[in-house]
């Protein structure tokens, strides 16, 4: 139904010729300049670039590659293969932008300026943030050199992704473990999910009776959203997986393959030590470095905006969506959905000399893939802690329906409706189906 909705997509690339610039005869003022290019930087800057039209709208993105990140979970559970979650930048760079392929470095907020990597300074009569998060893979002591070697893996580097599947079956028994920084992180569901489609793995390889598999989070609870949260404790208790809350990774051994761990919140000093087998983790992150130093940051270094607008609450002309940006609720392209919309919205009204009315609600959402054909589409609003389910049906329960939905339909919703600014995320659905 989602799929029929908006009409006949095309799902392959279409080839055109985006203007990229990397050298110096770019134009050094534009109305809008957007710094990034994932699905945050490129659902805003298609729109408004479709309306501006040319040498409007500049996007600023030093990478050569867009990844579809969700995809990795699938990718590390040896259900997709990596390049499915891959796509040149050329191929999803809306055409109408001026793609500008270096990194931003810093902001100048009160004289409407961007200052790049090499010290270029763009203008900017708009500025759009959304840089994502930036993963600390320094956080955890010999993690870095660890990683993607003898049975320490992340699902959080393009990298390392690609041995997830051939560690979990190499593994012959003894500790899995599975960590969860108490940061926040994008997608705070992807580090349980690798966990189960591995756990499934275990038993069709007969391993799992000698194994123990071990979920180590940061946090107080297995999710933040107690709905989910209570079905997923049902399901790891069912599966013989052992949950430690407040247990964060603070060092691996990898020479003796030990994994240290400590204890948040009061008893915070308490170690344990554990022997692994094979090592899952999920990495400390935080806000980009260079928003954290620059006067856009709030106190914890993401753009501060305001929740409900997106709209900076100091700078008017800035707006910041995403992963980067203050708003506290779930880190997810899902999220993106309806914050895309909300700044579409606000900033060509406020180009229009209008009031900002659009406002975003907190919306975000978290597929827990849970085995191979299951899946509990958790959907809720991070401002309030409560549950906004698209379908009219108790969306804690695992299903095979929302595997499929978010296997098959999610990807193309999102290469061929987000990215092309076009699809604002379930509300319109959610109305229809499950009015409340
Ligand atoms: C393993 C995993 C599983 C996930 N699963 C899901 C899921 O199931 N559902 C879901 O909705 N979400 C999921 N997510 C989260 C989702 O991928 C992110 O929330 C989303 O990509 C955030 O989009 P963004 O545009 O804010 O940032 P990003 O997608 O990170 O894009 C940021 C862009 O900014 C660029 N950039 C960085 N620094 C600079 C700079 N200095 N100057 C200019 N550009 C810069 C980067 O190159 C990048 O292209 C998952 C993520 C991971 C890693
Ligand atoms: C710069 O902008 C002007 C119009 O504003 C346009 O004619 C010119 O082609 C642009 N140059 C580049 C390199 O984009
Ligand atoms: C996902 O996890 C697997 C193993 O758990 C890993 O091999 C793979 O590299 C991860 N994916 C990414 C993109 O990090
Ligand atoms: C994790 O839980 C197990 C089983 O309940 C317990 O034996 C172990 O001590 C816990 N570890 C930590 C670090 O809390
Ligand atoms: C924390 O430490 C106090 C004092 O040593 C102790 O009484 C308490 O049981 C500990 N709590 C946990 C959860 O270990
Ligand atoms: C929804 O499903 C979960 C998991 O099966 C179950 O524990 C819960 O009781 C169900 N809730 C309702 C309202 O049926």
Redesign the pocket.
């Known amino acids: 139904m989602l799929r029929a909705s908006l009409g006949r997509l095309p799902t392959s690339r279409v080839p055109f010729s985006v203007r990229r610039y990397a050298s110096s005869s770019l134009n050094s003022s534009y109305k809008v300049v957007v710094i990034g290019g994932g699905p945050g930087g490129l659902s805003v800057s298609s729109t408004l670039s479709a309306i501006l039209g040319k040498n409007n709208v500049a996007v600023v993105e030093p990478s050569d590659v867009h990844y579809y990140q969700p995809l990795w979970t699938f990718v590390g559970g040896g259900l997709k293969s990596f390049d499915q979650s891959k796509r040149r930048m050329e191929d999803v760079m809306p055409k109408e932008v001026d793609w500008i392929q270096k990194a931003a470095a810093g902001f100048e907020p009160s004289s409407n300026v961007v200052i790049l990597a090499d010290g270029q300074k763009i203008s900017y009569d708009y500025l759009v943030v959304a840089a994502g998060i930036q993963v600390n893979w320094d956080g955890v002591k010999g993690l870095k050199e660890a990683l993607g070697k003898d049975c320490v893996t992340s699902n959080y580097s393009a990298d390392s992704v690609q041995r997830t599947w051939e560690f979990i079956n190499n593994f012959k028994g003894g500790n899995a473990i599975f960590t969860m920084p108490s940061t926040p992180i994008k997608c705070a569901g992807a580090p349980q999910k690798i966990m189960y489609l591995a756990e499934e793995q275990f038993r069709k390889n007969g391993v799992r009776d000698n194994a123990q598999v071990i979920y ?1 989070t940061g946090i107080g609870k297995i999710f933040g959203i107690d709905k989910y949260a209570s079905t997923l404790s049902q399901i790891c208790q069912e599966r013989g997986i ?1 949950v ?1 809350t407040t ?1 964060e990774l603070t060092e691996i051994r990898a020479d003796r393959r030990e994994a240290v ?1 400590k ?1 948040t919140g009061p008893n915070g000093s308490e170690e ?1 030590v554990y022997d692994y087998d094979f090592l899952h983790v999920a990495p400390p992150m935080g806000a980009p470095d260079f928003i954290k130093k620059s006067p856009i940051a709030d106190k914890a270094g993401w753009v501060d905006v305001d929740a409900a607008t997106l709209q900076h609450t100091k700078y008017n002309n800035i707006f910041s969506l995403g992963d980067c940006s203050s708003c506290p609720t779930g880190k997810t392209a899902a999220a993106i959905t309806s914050e895309s919309q909300v700044v579409k919205q606000n900033l060509l009204s406020l180009m229009a000399g209008k009031e900002l009315v659009a406002k975003y609600d907190g919306y975000t959402s978290c597929p827990l893939v849970t085995g191979k054909n299951k899946l509990i589409l958790a959907e809720f609003s991070g401002y309030t802690a409560t549950p906004q389910e698209t379908f009219p049906v108790n969306q804690s329960a695992e299903r095979a329906s929302m595997y499929h939905l978010t296997s098959h339909v999610l990807p193309e919703l999102y290469w061929s409706g987000l990215l092309k600014g076009i699809w604002h995320g379930p509300g319109f659905f959610r109305n229809i189906l499950n009015p409340n």
């Open positions: 180590n052992t430690n247990t761990f204890k344990q």
